[in-house]
């Protein structure tokens, strides 16, 4: 049948597209499943504004091909589950439920939370939770340029990257665009480590003597000129510094926040039902 469907894709498509402009109520259906039909009218709206014929089709192959196996699977469900079994009503009503409660609650945190964190909040949550920040990798401010071998002036980019100021780093990042074929400049925020290490020639595999016995390192391969200069680094298990995980903290304390918000929103419920009597629970006698 899918094959069938694939062949007079074309076929199909054409019907579609017509049922999609026709103002009629009678359709020909393009799929049965038991006493289930498909029509052009259901896959049309499936289907994005302004795409081409060839796409439709396939597209509209692929709905029908999965509305006939969902149908056939729902078939064979109803077959064999007892009725006690296909009874959903709870577990709907349930799921409708936990879904508007959701969104009730959604809705309050973004319309009442408070959603500002001062440097204060952050800096004391990061003095009070420095275990929580050990590095798992290696972070590093560096230079790393990549240039084609017949470009590179190695002596003149040495130089280049000794000048931190912001002159200097402007000077470098227009030198970079027009000759690099990839670079980095972090000098101002760190960077984990492997950024730089995956667009090495030659892989670091241990990135921790390699950063604790080299500043200045050059590669080359029979294409390009590699050079990567390191201004500071942090090994695996030293104290993040805060700047690096600043925007981790502060998404930290919104989710607390956001944690104590809904507890006081359920508490605030509960206590509002009880004062106008809205609940009553039964208790049996023992």
Known sequence: MFKTLRKYGLLIIVVVVWAACSNSAEEKPLAKVGTHY?????????????????????LANEYINKWVKQELLIQKANENLSEEQKDVNRELEEYRNSLIIYRYKNELVKQRMD??????EIEAFYTQNKQTFLLDRCIVKAVFIKIPIDLAHPEQLKEMIKDDSEEGQSELQDYCMQYAKNFEIA????????????????SINDPESFL???????????????????HDYMLANDLAPLEFVENNIKNLILNQRKIKFLKELENTVFTEGERQKKFKIYVENE
């Open 187 to 202: 000098l101002d925020n760190w960077i984990d480590f492997t950024v730089l290490n995956r667009n090495l020639p030659v």
């Open 38 to 58: 498909l029509y052009p009218s259901d896959v049309s709206r499936m289907l994005p504004p302004n795409s081409s014929k060839e796409d439709s089709a396939v």
């Open 115 to 120: 959603t500002a964190v001062s440097r204060e």
């Open 212 to 230: 604790t016995q080299n500043k200045l390192r050059e590669m080359s391969d029979s294409d390009y000129y590699y050079l990567v200069n390191i």
